[in-house]
């Protein structure tokens, strides 16, 4: 039971990270039109900021700078290249997002190298945040702060332990969305952003800057993922891979959410993130199934090799899976207003 | 005599709005329809329901006989109606030999085909020919719909829809935004290309409306006002009241 | 009037065809003996492959206007189909001539397009290529899954040496397996052309340009996508199985994101808008793959911000550029314009080089410099710690970006006394 709990925490705070990276992607989507492929590159810049400003300056500095300066890098992106595209079209503008993740990957491998960097959350993050005990699915659940001491853990006590890393991912993930949406149903901006996620075009017409509006949007879309880049990169794992991984799983998100939509996005996040962190738990394949439930062809079923996948083998496809077949069903995705 | 197009109760909802409050329209063979109203009547709506861009939240609409509410517009098309645009419509990147090339494939039959060079296809060429001299086109044919002049891509967006030889034609505004002189040339030019098909067209010009109309359709508020010939509804009280004066001065620019 | 040869502006009539082609069947044919030796006759073999590749993409891509992210699913499963063919020729039963392995994978990269395509096809836009986004990562995923058709990390290996040898063709040496792989080429690239000149071919550049209106003149706009990619996946499947006979191997990068990257990268590259620009991106393809690896560390860093550039100011690609070049040169009064060009195009060339320069003294600071090898680069040795070549490289770039001010303004001052070009095809 505890195991479920911490599975489900933990894939709750996937999620939220997730949410972190798409809130921005919808937003900048929304905006501007553009499906900004180079995301996730932003979101590794973070990281790899992060890395280096928490060396020399501590964590919390670096939680706060880098982002901030990835935002800005995102900004300068938006002013000096994408808009020059903006003329040409939807497709050159995600073209040229696709040539700039090649080449921030390329950059990052040539300053830190190519394989992991050392990014560890800073000590008061380190260790559990809590800590869940339980005998066995029957008796009484209880939770202690930090980690539980040797003695509670023996025996026939299941200690669970939650990362304050992850824990503290949600938190700024949690802040993160309560500021959003009070800055977008609180604000001038905010109003403005509101329309141009269902009618850009009409918001453009109606004449506010709407250069120096792409301009903040893509920044703060940009700073948004860095800073999940920062607490991604210290709870995982800080490598040149790490944009590719993250990145085609918010894009899935996106869609499966809608695209356009912050609210559609927040709930995809949260059930992919969930779904496949509580699969790669889940030691079952369709063949033990069958087995359990006595279905006639037990020998095929036992050899066929999708049949003999587990679960937590097919993790890494589930959420493609959910993109392809939601994208049959109801290709606005769950709350989608435009299909893009 | 059935009617070639019919609309019975065709109402249209957006959202809250409703923009087409219950039209009921009957079109005879070989007749020209005008489809005239103020700003926001719902005119451009009118035809896109019939075209099948959007299906009428209630109501049935027929083209020969047959039930096209609902279709999507290829289906529609194929039944026999070919629409023009507003807003000019064309394919950009292909040459003005191409555009017309590519209207008049479905209707000789050439279908999806990969297996029949367009260079032996002496129908379709001849027809795109044809089209393209009637149009004036002709020494523009290598030219790309993107870089021709205004009046030139509206004259093209004509022979789009015309490529077909459909029964029955829908004109949404086609002098739209042209000159005096413009105007009067094109208006020849529709006259004669649409001999003997049906025709609606939604025009803001009085003159234009009273040369060449059968019949004129006064659409207010989404509603049909009045359907009549041109003389009796330049005589309807309500119209008059509806469009103050713009009648009486095309009939001074007319007589 | 023969409308089969309009002239200037559609850019997939261009000349007539078969010029074209014999002009390709002769380069083809004298090519091996130019080019002797099996290094030379591989990479040649592989720009066949890849133009093959290449083409198909741009069915989608510049005729349909359908981005897809996942080219790469049919060329690889294709690959993979034509491999267990092979493999399976040899053992007894039934058996797929050696020569034929490529139609093999051509069918089944048909067989899955149109099977894949019917959820790819029904949307448009950004909607479309997320869906083969997700296709290609999904197929990827699943290849490191399921061991036993794909062969798991070492992927699937196979003998194209086998079976009887008709003629003494047993494609023991690269010779025959290229021109194998030209003949397929020759008839591949021969067939894509002439499905442009198909009312497919038309309906489909019409879906790109305004798929709306296509609607509204009978054709539903679906089924002339969903087709095409059907074509197209028939051939991304026989470039694939041509693959499978050249290299007689096969791993799950074939269905890869970087693959369906590269062809993406290359074809843009290339040239969307033409036919023949597929071609230019599948040599750059190969040549940067098999030669610019080898100069130099930092060729994808080149190739990212050559792909920048071109979005931003040659979206056309190299075919667009040189059909710009043809266009000027061909003009009454371009001499007054040849100094401008060599001017500019020298310039460019120095700050391209003096860019190039200090790309390669980082690259080789922060890769080698523990090891204190000085950088080698146009036959001179350079130090990366000392601040000199670093200046040098700077200054190079400065000159060269002056340059191209200066001579770009007046090439502008001159083009602009001239008359205005004839309105033609837009890159």
């Known amino acids: 039971m505890e195991f479920f709990l911490i599975s489900l925490l933990n894939g709750v705070s996937y999620g939220l990270l997730l949410f972190m990276l798409s809130a921005g992607l919808t937003l900048i989507f929304s905006m501007m039109g553009v499906l900004n492929f180079a995301h996730a590159s932003f979101y590794m810049l973070g990281a790899y900021w992060g890395y280096t400003l928490s060396a020399l300056w501590g964590f919390v500095p670096a939680l706060i700078l880098a982002p901030l300066g990835v935002g800005l890098l995102g900004a300068g992106f938006e002013k000096w290249f994408l808009r020059r595209v903006h003329a040409h079209g939807h497709v050159p503008e995600l073209l040229i997002t696709f040539g700039l993740a090649y080449v921030v990957l390329e950059v990052v491998q040539l300053l830190w190298g190519r394989s992991a960097v050392p990014f560890a959350p800073p000590a008061w993050l380190q260790g559990p945040a809590f800590t869940l005990i339980g005998g066995g699915p029957f008796t009484d659940l209880h939770w202690v702060w930090g980690a539980a001491s040797e003695a509670a853990c023996q025996g026939t006590a299941l200690c669970s332990p939650f990362p304050a890393t992850r824990a503290f991912m949600m938190g700024v993930a949690l802040v993160m969305v309560i500021s959003l949406w009070a800055l977008i149903t609180h604000t001038r901006v905010g109003l403005v952003i509101q329309a141009a996620l269902t009618h850009p075009q009409a918001v453009q017409t109606l004449g506010h800057n709407v250069p120096r509006v792409f301009m903040l949007v893509f920044g703060v879309g940009t700073g948004l993922a860095a800073l999940a880049g920062v607490i991604g990169g210290s709870t995982f794992v800080t490598e040149p891979s790490m944009a590719a991984t993250v990145g085609s799983v918010t894009f899935v998100v996106i869609v499966v959410g809608g695209l356009g939509s912050l609210a559609g996005a927040f709930g995809a996040s949260l059930l992919i993130g969930t779904v496949q962190t509580m699969a790669v738990a889940i030691d079952l394949s369709l063949s033990d199934l069958w087995l359990a439930l006595g279905l006639p062809g037990q020998a095929s079923a036992a050899t066929s090799p999708w049949m003999k996948l587990t679960l937590s083998q097919a993790a890494p496809i589930l959420p493609y899976l959910f993109l392809v077949l939601m994208l049959m069903v109801r290709p606005r995705g769950l709350m989608g207003t435009r299909e893009g | 005599m059935t009617p070639v197009l019919r609309l019975q109760g065709v109402h249209k909802r957006f959202g809250n709005t409703e923009v087409i409050q219950g039209v009921d329209l009957d079109v005879m063979r070989g007749e020209r329809v005008a489809i005239i109203g103020p700003n926001g009547a719902g005119k451009s709506t009118l035809f896109n329901l019939i075209s099948g861009r959007f299906a009428p939240s209630q109501g049935r609409i027929e083209l020969l006989g047959q039930r096209i509410d609902g279709l999507p517009p290829h289906a529609i098309h194929r039944l026999g109606l070919a629409r023009s645009f507003q807003i000019t419509h064309l394919f950009n990147g292909m040459t003005v030999y191409e555009n017309l090339r590519c209207s008049v494939l479905w209707s000789l039959g050439h279908g999806y085909s990969c297996w029949k060079f367009l260079s032996s296809m002496k129908d379709a060429n001849d027809r795109t020919e044809a089209l393209l001299n009637q149009l004036g086109l002709g020494h523009k044919r290598h030219e790309l719909a993107m870089n021709l002049s205004y009046a030139e891509q509206r004259a093209l967006e004509l022979g789009v829809t015309l490529g077909s030889h459909s029964e029955v034609l829908l004109l949404d505004e086609p002098t739209a935004g042209m000159s005096r002189s413009e105007t009067r040339h094109f208006i020849q030019l529709i006259a004669q290309i649409t001999q003997g098909k049906t025709l609606l067209m939604v025009e803001h010009d009085m003159g234009v409306v009273f040369e060449l109309a059968d019949k004129i359709a006064v659409l207010v508020h989404g509603q049909v006002m009045a359907f009549d010939t041109p003389s009796q509804v330049r005589e309807n009280q309500q119209v008059q009241a509806a469009y103050l004066g713009a009648l009486a001065a095309a009939e001074g620019k007319h007589a | ?427």
């Open chain 3, 1 to 427: 009037m023969n409308p089969a040869k309009p002239l200037r502006a559609d850019p997939f009539a261009v000349h007539p065809a078969w010029r074209w082609m014999f002009l390709l069947a002769a380069f083809m044919l004298l090519a091996p003996w130019v080019f002797r030796s099996p290094f030379a006759q591989a990479v040649l073999t592989q720009i066949g492959i890849a133009m093959v590749a290449c083409l198909s993409y741009n069915i989608l891509l510049g005729q349909g206007g359908m981005l897809s992210f996942g080219h790469a699913v049919y060329t690889g499963l294709g690959a993979y189909m034509a491999m267990h063919a092979l493999q399976s020729a040899g053992s007894a039963g039934w058996s797929v001539p050696v020569s034929l392995i490529p139609l093999v994978g051509g069918v089944c990269g048909m067989g899955f397009a149109v099977v894949l395509g019917y959820v790819t096809t029904r949307r448009s836009g950004t909607t479309l290529a997320m869906i083969t986004l997700g296709m290609a990562e999904l197929v990827f995923a699943m290849s490191l899954m399921f061991t036993d058709f794909f062969g798991g990390e070492a992927g699937l290996s196979g003998n194209r040496v086998q079976g009887r040898a008709l003629w003494g063709i047993d494609f023991k040496s690269q010779t025959q397996v290229y021109a194998l792989i030209a003949i397929y080429t020759w008839v591949c690239v021969g067939l894509m052309y002439a499905f442009t000149q198909t009312p497919l071919g038309r309906l489909l550049n019409a879906v790109r340009d305004n798929a709306e209106r296509l609607s509204f003149i009978g054709y539903q706009p679906q089924r002339v996508r969903y087709l095409a990619f059907i074509i197209s996946g028939f051939f991304a499947g026989v470039s694939g199985g041509m693959a499978v006979l050249h290299f007689e191997i096969v791993t799950a990068e074939v269905v890869g994101a970087a693959r369906s990257g590269a062809y993406l990268l290359f074809t843009f590259l290339g040239g969307s808008s033409y036919f023949a620009g597929p071609i230019l991106g599948a040599v750059g393809m190969v040549l940067s793959a098999v030669l610019l690896s080898e100069w130099t560390a930092a060729w994808l860093l080149y190739l990212g911000v050559l792909f920048v550039a071109m979005v931003m100011y040659a979206p056309g690609g190299l075919a667009s550029m040189g059909v710009w070049h043809l266009r000027w040169i061909m003009q009454p009064a371009a001499s007054r314009l040849w100094t401008w060009y060599l001017g500019c195009f020298i310039s460019a060339a120095v700050a391209a080089l003096g860019a190039a320069s200090a790309i390669e003294l980082f690259y080789h600071h922060q890769l080698q410099s523990s090891v204190g090898t000085p950088l080698r680069w146009l036959g001179q040795s350079w130090a990366t710690d000392q601040p000199m070549p670093w200046a040098l490289a700077a200054l190079i770039l400065l000159l060269g970006l002056a340059g191209w001010r200066f001579f770009k303004r007046q090439w502008d001052k001159t083009w602009e006394t001239m008359a205005p070009p004839r309105s033609g095809a837009a890159p």
